[in-house]
C-alpha cells in the first residue's frame, strides 16, 4: 500500500521530509567498467565497438554493418501498420510545431556608450541520440530527442540504439525516418556513448549526446560530459496529481498508473483536499491494478513509491508539489490556470481533467523528456534550445572605448592582469593622442 | 616560439590537427579524494568542512564564523580605493542591462486541434557560486555570476570563497555586496561544493552551483551534477584572433598576451591572411613579454600553445576558426560584422580593432564566463537562462481530446504501456458515449 499522509497530522512534516528524501533507484556503481570501455573504445575504435556489441548484445557485426543500410531500414518500416504510422506522423507534426516556436530571436542594439551588444544563436552542428534497447525502446522517445535537433537546424543527426541478439523495433526505424535522422547505428551501452563523443573509424564524432539510458549509458554521459555536450541524467518517472472531490477517481488512478507502469521505481502523488477522493483513488487503483498488463512493475511502484497526501487547501497543495518539484503534474481542479500560476518548480504541468499525461508523452507537443529525481528546481525539459548555443556580441567604438575603456584598465590592475590592461590603454593612448 | 603554420603548406592539415587535439591540461586524478571530502561532508555537516577549512586553507572557523558577518563586510569594503569602487559599479551597471535582456517571455496559444499549449520561465530558487581563493580571486567573476542569477530572480545567492590563512580580496567582498549577494561562506574546495550541494547545519542546500574552479572544485561540481544544477567545467582559457595587414601588431600583440597572462595552460591563436603581419606580431609579442609582470606564466603560455596562423584569406580564416571553437574570438578586419556571420562556433565574438577582449572581461556587458576547450561546440556562456528553468504547459479541451487522443492511445499500445492508454480512453469513453 501506498503512503498517506495529511498535512493536519502532528507527524506530516517528517513523513513528507522522508518520502521527498527517499531514494528510489540504487546507483550501480559501474563507472570502472565504464571508464574501462571507453578508454577500450578510444584507442581501438571500431574493433573495440565491434567485440563490445558482440558480447553485451550477442551480434556480430563488422564495420560496415554498424548502421542499418537504407534498404535494412525500408524492410524493417514495412512491418508498421498504417494506423501506427498515421499516429507517429501525427506525434512528429505536432512535436515540431511546438518546438519550433522555441526558436529564439538573435539580438543586437547599441547602447549610451556607442557599443554594439548583442547575441546571435547557431545550432550544434552533430548531435547523436542514444535511444535503448529492448522494453524501453519507444519510438515517442526517437521523435521528442530527434524533432527538436532538427528544428535547431542541427546539421548530421544519428541515433545510437542496441538490437540485442539483433532485435529491432521496427517502429523506432520508422520515428527516425519521419524525424530525419541520417543514421542509426546498431549499438548500445558505454560502447555507443564512447563512439558517439569520440569518434571511431567508421562513426564521426558528435557534438551532443541527448537520450535516456540504463546506468551504464548514464555513467559514460557524464564521464564524456564537457567534451560533447549532454541533456541530463536522467532517474525514474514521476507524477504528481492535485485533484479535487470533483474529478472521476478512475480517471486519476489510471493517471497515477501510468507513471506506475513504466518502472517499479517510478513515483506517482495524489494531493487532494479530500480525504474522501483520496481513499476513493487509492480503491481505483487496486481495482484498475488487478487488469493491468503491467501489474507486476506499477503495483510495486506503487506499493512501494506511491503516496496519498490530503491538504488543506489547493494553495497547500501547490506548495507539497513545489517541495517535490515533480517531472509532471496535472491540475485536475476547477481553475488549473490559477492554480498554476502558485507552482513555482515542474518539469511539465497538464491543466485540467480532460489533459492526462499520456497526452504530453506523445501527441501533445511539448517534450517529454523531462527533468526527473527533482531537478525541475534548476533544470528544463529538452527543447530545441538544447542544440543551439549563443554567441555573444561586442563592438566598440572610439568613442565606446573612450567612455568605458578605463574602468576596464582600472579592474584589470586591480586584478593584477596588466596585459589587459595594456590592451586597452594602448588603444586609448592613441584615440586620445 | 609559438608554432607557425600556414595552410599553404603540405603539412597544414596535421599540424592543424595536432593543434587542435593538443592536451593543454593534464585533469589531476583528484576523483576518489573528492568523493571522500563529499561523504565527509554528508556525514559530518558544519563539523567537516571545519575541519577541512582547518586543514587545507589554515584557518581556523566555527558553526558561526562560517560566514562573513556583515561588519566584516563592512570593515573589508572600507579599505577599497573609491576608483576601484566606481569601476566595479560601472561594470555592474552595464553587466545588468546586457543580462536584462536576456530574460526570455513566456508563451501561449492555441492550436488549431484547440489544445493550449505553451511554457513558462520560473527562476531557480536558491544558487551557490564558487569564487576561487588567491590569485584568481576575481571580483570581476563575482560579477559575472551573480548579476545573471540576481536578474533572473534568484531568491537566495550565496558565495563560497576559501581565505587561505584568513587572506580575503576586499574587492570580491564589494563586488558581492553591489551584485546584490546574500551571504559569503569563507569556505573553498570540494567540501565547499559539497556543503552547498547537501547543506550543512549552518549552510542551507542551494539549487545550482557556478563559478571556476581548480581539480577539486571540477571533480565535485561533477560528482554533485544531478543534485544541483552547475554550470560548466571550466577550462584554462584561450583566444582567437583573426586580423589582417591593417591592424598595430602591437595592439594584437597585447591581445593576445591578455590570455596568455591567465595561466600556462592558456591559448592565444593569431589567424591572418599576411604572412609578414604574423611575423609582426611575434615580434610585437616578444617585446612586450620583456616587460610583462606575469612574462613567466604568459611566456610559458605563448611558448607551449601559442599558434600563428596564415591563412589564403579571411574566409579561410574563419573556417579555421570555427573549428577551433574558440572561447574568444577577435574579429579585426575591415567588415567585421560580415565575417561574423560565417562564425558558427565562438563564444564571445569582439568585433573590429577598438574592442580588446579584455573589454569583454570586465566592462562590455556580455558575460566572460564562456566554454573552453572548444565547448562552444555545444554551449553557451553564462547567462540569465541558467538560473531560469522552462515548464511547458498543455490543456486539453474534451473536443481537442476527441481530435489527438486515439493517436496517443495507438502509440502507447505499440509501447505496450496500457494504463497510458487507458487514462486516454476513460476519457474519451466518457466524452463519445
Same mark, same amino acid.
Given at each position: 500500500?501506498?503512503?498517506? &499522509?495529511?498535512? #493536519?497530522?502532528?507527524?506530516? /512534516?517528517?513523513?513528507?521530509?522522508?518520502?521527498?528524501?527517499?531514494?528510489?533507484?540504487?546507483?550501480?556503481?559501474?563507472?570502472?567498467?565504464?571508464?574501462?570501455?571507453?578508454?577500450?573504445?578510444?584507442?581501438?575504435?571500431?574493433?573495440?565497438?565491434?567485440?563490445?556489441?558482440?558480447?553485451?548484445?550477442?551480434?556480430?557485426?563488422?564495420?560496415?554493418?554498424?548502421?542499418?543500410?537504407? #534498404?535494412?531500414?525500408?524492410?524493417?518500416?514495412?512491418?508498421?501498420?498504417?494506423?501506427?504510422?498515421?499516429?507517429?506522423?501525427?506525434?512528429?507534426?505536432?512535436?515540431?510545431?511546438?518546438?519550433?516556436? @522555441?526558436?529564439?530571436?538573435? =539580438?543586437?542594439?547599441?547602447?549610451?556608450?556607442?557599443?554594439?551588444? %548583442?547575441?546571435?544563436?547557431?545550432?550544434?552542428?552533430?548531435?547523436?541520440?542514444?535511444?535503448?534497447?529492448?522494453?524501453?525502446?519507444?519510438?515517442?522517445?526517437? &521523435?521528442?530527442?530527434?524533432?527538436?535537433?532538427?528544428?535547431?537546424?542541427?546539421?548530421?543527426?544519428?541515433?545510437?540504439?542496441?538490437?540485442?541478439?539483433?532485435?529491432?523495433?521496427?517502429?523506432?526505424?520508422?520515428?527516425?525516418?519521419? $524525424?530525419?535522422?541520417?543514421?542509426?547505428?546498431?549499438?548500445? %551501452?558505454? @560502447?555507443?556513448?564512447?563512439?558517439?563523443?569520440?569518434?571511431?573509424?567508421?562513426?564521426?564524432?558528435?557534438?551532443?549526446?541527448?537520450?535516456?539510458?540504463?546506468?551504464?549509458?548514464?555513467?559514460?554521459?557524464?564521464?564524456?560530459?564537457?567534451?560533447? %555536450?549532454?541533456?541530463?541524467?536522467? %532517474?525514474?518517472?514521476?507524477?504528481?496529481?492535485?485533484?479535487?472531490?470533483?474529478?472521476?477517481?478512475?480517471?486519476?488512478?489510471?493517471?497515477? &498508473?501510468? @507513471?506506475?507502469?513504466?518502472?517499479?521505481?517510478?513515483?506517482?502523488?495524489?494531493?487532494?483536499?479530500? +480525504?474522501?477522493?483520496?481513499?476513493?483513488?487509492?480503491?481505483?487503483?487496486?481495482?484498475?491494478?488487478?487488469?493491468?498488463?503491467?501489474?507486476?512493475? +506499477?503495483?510495486?511502484?506503487?506499493?512501494?513509491?506511491?503516496?496519498?497526501?490530503?491538504?488543506?487547501?489547493?494553495?497547500?497543495? $501547490?506548495?507539497?508539489?513545489?517541495?517535490?518539484?515533480? =517531472?509532471?503534474?496535472?491540475?485536475?481542479?476547477?481553475?488549473? /490556470?490559477?492554480?498554476?500560476?502558485?507552482?513555482?518548480? $515542474?518539469? #511539465?504541468?497538464?491543466?485540467?481533467?480532460?489533459?492526462?499525461? $499520456?497526452?504530453?508523452?506523445?501527441?501533445?507537443?511539448?517534450?517529454?523528456?523531462?527533468?526527473?529525481?527533482?531537478? #525541475?528546481?534548476?533544470?528544463?525539459?529538452?527543447?530545441? &534550445?538544447?542544440?543551439?548555443?549563443?554567441?555573444?556580441?561586442?563592438?566598440?567604438?572610439?568613442? +565606446?572605448?573612450?567612455?568605458?575603456?578605463?574602468?576596464?584598465?582600472?579592474?584589470?590592475?586591480?586584478?593584477?592582469?596588466?596585459?589587459?590592461?595594456?590592451?586597452?590603454?594602448?588603444?586609448?593612448?592613441?584615440?586620445?593622442?
Amino acid at each position: 500500500m501506498p503512503v498517506f &499522509l495529511n498535512t #493536519a497530522d502532528a507527524g506530516f /512534516e517528517a513523513a513528507f521530509q522522508t518520502l521527498l528524501g527517499q531514494k528510489r533507484e540504487e546507483a550501480e556503481d559501474v563507472d570502472q567498467a565504464v571508464a574501462a570501455i571507453i578508454a577500450d573504445v578510444r584507442a581501438r575504435g571500431d574493433q573495440a565497438v565491434i567485440e563490445l556489441t558482440q558480447r553485451f548484445d550477442r551480434l556480430a557485426l563488422t564495420s560496415e554493418t554498424l548502421a542499418f543500410s537504407p #534498404a535494412e531500414i525500408d524492410a524493417e518500416i514495412a512491418k508498421v501498420r498504417p494506423e501506427d504510422r498515421d499516429a507517429l506522423e501525427l506525434a512528429a507534426e505536432r512535436i515540431r510545431a511546438y518546438h519550433a516556436r @522555441q526558436k529564439p530571436q538573435d =539580438e543586437s542594439w547599441t547602447d549610451s556608450a556607442g557599443a554594439m551588444l %548583442g547575441w546571435r544563436w547557431t545550432p550544434v552542428s552533430a548531435a547523436g541520440l542514444y535511444v535503448p534497447g529492448g522494453l524501453a525502446s519507444y519510438p515517442s522517445s526517437v &521523435l521528442m530527442n530527434a524533432i527538436p535537433a532538427k528544428v535547431a537546424g542541427v546539421e548530421r543527426l544519428v541515433i545510437a540504439c542496441p538490437t540485442p541478439d539483433g532485435k529491432v523495433n521496427p517502429l523506432v526505424l520508422l520515428a527516425a525516418r519521419i $524525424a530525419g535522422v541520417d543514421t542509426v547505428y546498431r549499438i548500445g %551501452g558505454a @560502447q555507443a556513448i564512447a563512439a558517439l563523443a569520440y569518434g571511431t573509424g567508421t562513426i564521426a564524432p558528435v557534438d551532443k549526446i541527448t537520450g535516456p539510458g540504463n546506468a551504464f549509458v548514464a555513467a559514460a554521459k557524464r564521464r564524456v560530459f564537457g567534451r560533447v %555536450g549532454i541533456d541530463m541524467i536522467a %532517474g525514474p518517472s514521476e507524477i504528481l496529481v492535485i485533484a479535487d472531490a470533483d474529478n472521476d477517481p478512475d480517471w486519476i488512478a489510471l493517471d497515477l &498508473l501510468s @507513471q506506475a507502469e513504466h518502472d517499479e521505481s517510478a513515483q506517482s502523488i495524489l494531493v487532494t483536499d479530500s +480525504a474522501a477522493f483520496g481513499e476513493a483513488v487509492a480503491k481505483a487503483v487496486a481495482r484498475r491494478l488487478e487488469a493491468l498488463e503491467r501489474r507486476a512493475i +506499477a503495483g510495486a511502484s506503487w506499493a512501494t513509491n506511491g503516496a496519498v497526501i490530503v491538504a488543506r487547501d489547493l494553495s497547500e497543495a $501547490a506548495r507539497l508539489s513545489n517541495r517535490v518539484a515533480p =517531472e509532471h503534474l496535472e491540475l485536475c481542479v476547477p481553475d488549473p /490556470e490559477g492554480l498554476a500560476r502558485e507552482i513555482t518548480h $515542474a518539469g #511539465a504541468i497538464f491543466l485540467g481533467q480532460y489533459t492526462p499525461e $499520456a497526452i504530453g508523452d506523445y501527441v501533445g507537443g511539448p517534450n517529454h523528456v523531462l527533468p526527473t529525481a527533482r531537478s #525541475a528546481r534548476f533544470s528544463s525539459g529538452l527543447s530545441a &534550445l538544447d542544440f543551439l548555443k549563443r554567441t555573444t556580441l561586442a563592438k566598440m567604438t572610439p568613442e +565606446a572605448l573612450k567612455a568605458i575603456g578605463p574602468a576596464a584598465e582600472r579592474l584589470a590592475t586591480s586584478e593584477s592582469l596588466q596585459a589587459h590592461g595594456l590592451s586597452v590603454r594602448a588603444r586609448l593612448d592613441r584615440l586620445n593622442g
